[in-house]
């Protein structure tokens, strides 16, 4: 297993994920543990590909409440879901704490760690981490 950098043509930032190489080159799909794997089918799943992104166990309450309508600065809306952890997810950008929706916390995107699609944010204060992911991204079954 080696680590491969991809970035993008466009200047933003890369993200790294965990691929195969094998003779031919480069695995296209990312090492990423799911329910095939596990044989648990439980969980929330990325909707573009089907790749495992966390469990239901993982919810938790921020500032009182699991669920949080946001919108960003350019005026789209997003519903979101918060979790202790997204196992399914890779972490995409430098940390930021501009337009936070969660005092406190700088933010960083979050993407599927097997098609790339974007599912959200990571949350971090100090030690507190959590992901505020796009409900609409996910789906319970496969």
Not at 57 to 70: E, L, P
Not at 119 to 142: K, M, N, P, Q
Request: proline residues 2%; aromatic residues 10%; glycine residues 12%.
């Amino acid at each position: 297993m080696r680590v491969q950098v991809m970035l993008p043509e466009n200047g933003a930032a890369g993200l790294i994920c965990l691929h195969e190489r094998g003779q031919d080159g480069w695995d296209e799909n990312p090492v990423v543990a799911d329910d095939e794997e596990t044989g648990d089918s439980s969980g929330l799943f990325c909707r573009a590909c089907g790749c495992r992104i966390t469990s239901d166990d993982q919810r938790i309450a921020v500032n009182g409440s699991h669920t949080h309508t946001f919108f960003n600065p350019d005026g789209l809306v997003f519903e979101l879901g918060c979790f202790g952890q997204a196992q399914g997810c890779l972490i995409g950008s430098q940390a930021s704490t501009l337009f936070t929706w969660f005092a406190g916390f700088a933010w960083r995107t979050v993407s599927c760690a097997r098609c790339g699609a974007h599912l959200g944010w990571r949350f971090e204060r100090g030690d507190t981490v959590f992901f505020s992911l796009i409900l609409t991204a996910l789906t319970d079954g496969r």
